[in-house]
Nanobody
Framework: QVQLVESGGGLVRAGGSLRLSCVAS????????MGWFRQAPGKEREFVAA????????GYADFVKGRFTISSDNARNTVYLQMNSLKPEDTAVYYC??????????????????WGQGTQVTVSA
């Protein structure tokens, strides 16, 4: 099995920044994608961003393009989500997820089999 542990959430004012981290452990895959999703109260979970293992392929939801950046450190089995210019509508629980056997573009937005427990991000006006 794969364990994913997120950290870095918190309370920030609009316009501020946060960096989320997700550390993976357990079973390994030679090819995979790691992504971030979020779920706000009363709403469905939605895709935010994802990256291939190599970092050569990334994908972003339109509502975060230019504000959020996903990156990875394979040596640390960690994926990051740098979030800048945060807005109150970014308030949600953010989840890290892993999709095994991801082979190429376009970036996968579905098929993620492993999930972290989530970290709360709250953006005040």
């Amino acid at each position: 099995q794969v364990q994913l542990v997120e950290s870095g959430g918190g309370l920030v004012r609009a316009g501020g920044s946060l960096r989320l981290s997700c550390v993976a452990s357990g079973r390994t895959f030679s090819v995979y994608a790691m992504g971030w999703f979020r779920q706000a109260p009363g709403k469905e979970r939605e895709f935010v961003a994802a990256t291939s293992r190599s970092g050569g392929i990334t994908g972003y939801a339109d509502f975060v393009k230019g504000r959020f950046t996903i990156s990875s450190d394979n040596a640390r089995n960690t994926v990051y989500l740098q979030m800048n210019s945060l807005k109150p509508e970014d308030t949600a629980v953010y989840y890290c997820a892993l999709r095994p056997n991801y082979y190429g573009p376009p970036m996968a937005r579905t098929g993620y089999d492993y999930w972290g427990q989530g970290t709360q991000v709250t953006v005040s006006a």
